[in-house]
T-cell receptor, first 113, second 117 residues
Framework: ELKVEQNPLFLSMQEGKNYTIYCNYS?????LYWYRQDPGKSLESLFV?????AVKQEGRLMASLDTKARLSTLHITAAVHDLSATYFC?????????????FGTGTRLTIIP | EAGVVQSPRYKIIEKKQPVAFWCNPI?????LYWYLQNLGQGPELLIR????????DSQLPKDRFSAERLKGVDSTLKIQPAELGDSAVYLC???????????????FGEGSRLTVL
């Protein structure tokens, strides 16, 4: 059974600081996704990482994937209040012809002015 | 382009009552998912449809949950009877299968928040 673990689960950081959220998964994977969720809102797709060494950046967020280590990171540069949200990673694995997208428990990020 | 539409957004019922949720996916998306999200947790897959066919319903509690996707577009998820532990957000998502066979990223609706009293 595929397990996806994120850490930290809660993160409170000051504006302007840098930090990294980690996503570990238990078996080989085909694809990895990062999503953002604001309170009471839907999940918004941030990044899709398709191969080992993939790196994608959008604004102050950068995601990377190391399939050998089964690890993805979401790096936040010079945080601003608008980035406060819950961030989920999700791992996609082909399993006997069925694709299963398994989500981590999420990292609740709070940016303090 | 319109996103995934779900209704109702909120529903409060007493235990043992039935409830139904409706989802309209993004036009052209042949894959539709229902996810369950408990407070403070990540979404968990309940069922996945490819067009009209339920291709993965292994996580759907079939004694009380049912789903359908008639004509391969809209879908409904039903719970009958509801239990206290069913209180959660029910998320619908859709995606389009791309060249090469993989599903592509999922687009989520805003969810239906169920409270069972």
């Amino acid at each position: 059974e595929l397990k996806v673990e994120q850490n930290p689960l809660f993160l409170s950081m000051q504006e302007g600081k840098n930090y990294t959220i980690y996503c570990n998964y238990s078996t080989t994977s085909d694809r990895l996704y990062w999503y953002r969720q604001d309170p009471g809102k839907s999940l918004e797709s941030l990044f899709v990482l398709l191969s080992n060494g993939a790196v994608k950046q959008e604004g102050r967020l950068m995601a990377s994937l190391d399939t050998k280590a089964r690890l993805s990171t979401l790096h936040i540069t010079a945080a601003v209040h608008d980035l406060s949200a819950t961030y989920f990673c999700a791992v996609d694995k082909e399993d006997f012809g069925n694709e299963k997208l398994t989500f981590g428990t999420g990292t609740r990020l709070t940016i303090i002015p | 382009e319109a996103g995934v539409v779900q209704s109702p957004r909120y529903k409060i019922i007493e235990k043992k009552q039935p409830v139904a949720f409706w989802c309209n996916p993004i036009s052209g998306h042949n894959t539709l998912y229902w996810y369950l999200q408990n407070l403070g947790q990540g979404p968990e897959l309940l069922i996945r449809y490819e067009n009209e066919e339920a291709v993965d319903d292994s996580q759907l509690p079939k004694d009380r949950f049912s789903a359908e996707r008639l004509k391969g577009v809209d879908s409904t998820l039903k719970i009958q009877p509801a239990e206290l532990g069913d209180s959660a957000v029910y998320l619908c998502a859709s995606s389009r299968r791309l060249a090469g066979g993989w599903t592509g990223e999922l687009f989520f609706g805003e969810g239906s928040r169920l409270t069972v009293l």
